[in-house]
């Protein structure tokens, strides 16, 4: 599926970070990448405890938009379990009031989004269901676990399926958050370099933009078939 926007792809973006249910602590990959990554940002969709859709998605489309227009970059969104949820009504919000209008996302990492409709393990995960069943209209990477307790690889795997997006297998990482132990989560600045125009780098500690684009296929990619 092919993916347009008006403005420049080549202009490095704002990251927004997208949470998920209880917000994601200091030891979450999602905070160091806050920490360590340029214009990385977190959004406060609030009621984290608490979630509403539809008020978490409205946080959701007024971040991205101030974070755009303000800037007069593209977004990325790194969204983390719930928060995949919200990133996938975002988009079909958007897509039923606006159409097939250009939108300032230029792509989305979606980490371990929960399962909503079936064998669901916390009631508040209820709200967010159904799930949008429209292809994402973005390039979209959705990184499953192979032993997520709010996610069996089947249910992840058919989630990107529907939202025509890419799938990676993260391997045994758990809900793949700060219990995982995973640090600043190396193989995810990977998938992330996947989605933005000019890829970081991967030392540790602050990163920075690589001074051309460039393609690689790293060996931990091949199974997402690039």
């Keep these: 599926m092919a993916h347009e926007h008006a403005f420049s792809r080549t202009a490095d973006p704002i990251i927004l970070t997208v949470p998920g249910l209880d917000n994601s602590g200091p030891d979450h990959w999602q905070t160091i990448w806050e920490q360590t990554l340029p214009d990385c940002h977190r959004v406060d969709l609030g009621l984290w405890n608490d979630p509403h859709r539809n008020t978490w998605v409205n946080k959701l489309a007024l971040a991205i938009q101030r974070a755009h227009e303000g800037a007069g970059r593209p977004v990325v969104l790194v969204a983390h379990s719930l928060g995949c949820l919200a990133v996938a009504w975002w988009a079909e919000y958007e897509r039923l009031a606006n159409g097939p209008r250009q939108m300032p996302v230029i792509g989305a990492l ?3 989004p929960p399962d909503v409709e079936d064998g669901v393990k916390d009631r508040r995960l209820t709200r967010f269901a159904p799930v949008p069943e429209t292809e994402l209209p973005f390039p979209t990477i959705v990184v499953g676990s192979r032993d997520d307790r709010y996610a069996t690889p089947g249910a992840t795997r058919r989630l990107a399926q529907r939202w025509g997006a890419r799938f990676a297998d993260a391997g045994a990482a758990g809900h793949i958050n700060a219990q995982s132990g995973l640090g600043e989560w ?13 890829a970081l780098s991967l030392d540790d500690g602050q990163a920075t933009y690589v001074p051309a684009p460039r393609r690689f296929v790293d060996p931990a990619l091949r199974r997402l078939g690039a």
């Design 186 to 198: 190396a193989f995810g600045r990977l998938l992330l370099n996947r989605l933005l125009p000019r």
């Design 110 to 112: 979606l980490v371990a």
